[in-house]
């Protein structure tokens, strides 16, 4: 099971930028189809941004598209989330999930997690 670390989170304003990484672990990166998801407290994970293992696709959840951006370095096992134009409703715990090839839009469909990292957005 590939192993998955994020970075990146911290303390912004409304309107910043900010750019979370995920690392994995293990030699089948480029095969995985890597997704972002990102869980505020009282409520449920909730999908945000994936890139296909199979033709590099991209998807977005509708609450960030068009101001955030996935994309992948397979030479450094690492999948990014850039995210602009940051506002309050985008504080969360943001982690990393990894699953063979395909995007699925539900949690229960990743088996890899990363342990997640916070995120706040200031008003």
């Known amino acids: 099971q590939v192993q998955l670390v994020e970075s990146g989170g911290g303390l912004v304003q409304t309107g910043d930028s900010l750019r979370l990484f995920c690392r994995a672990s293990?030699?089948?990166?480029?095969?995985?189809?890597m997704g972002w998801f990102r869980q505020a407290p009282g409520k449920e994970r909730e999908f945000v941004a994936a890139?296909?293992?199979?033709?590099?696709?991209?998807y977005y959840a509708d609450s960030v598209k068009g101001r955030s951006t996935i994309s992948r370095d397979n030479a450094k096992n690492t999948v990014y989330l850039q995210m602009n134009m940051v506002k309050p409703e985008d504080t969360g715990v943001y982690y990393c999930?990894?699953?063979?090839?395909?995007?699925?839009?539900?949690?229960?469909?990743?088996?890899?997690w990363g342990q997640g990292t916070q995120v706040t957005v200031s008003s």
């Open positions: 999930a990894a699953r063979n090839l395909y995007v699925n839009m539900q949690p229960a469909h990743y088996p890899s």
């Open positions: 890139v296909s293992g199979s033709d590099g696709s991209t």
């Open positions: 293990g030699p089948i990166f480029s095969s995985l189809a």
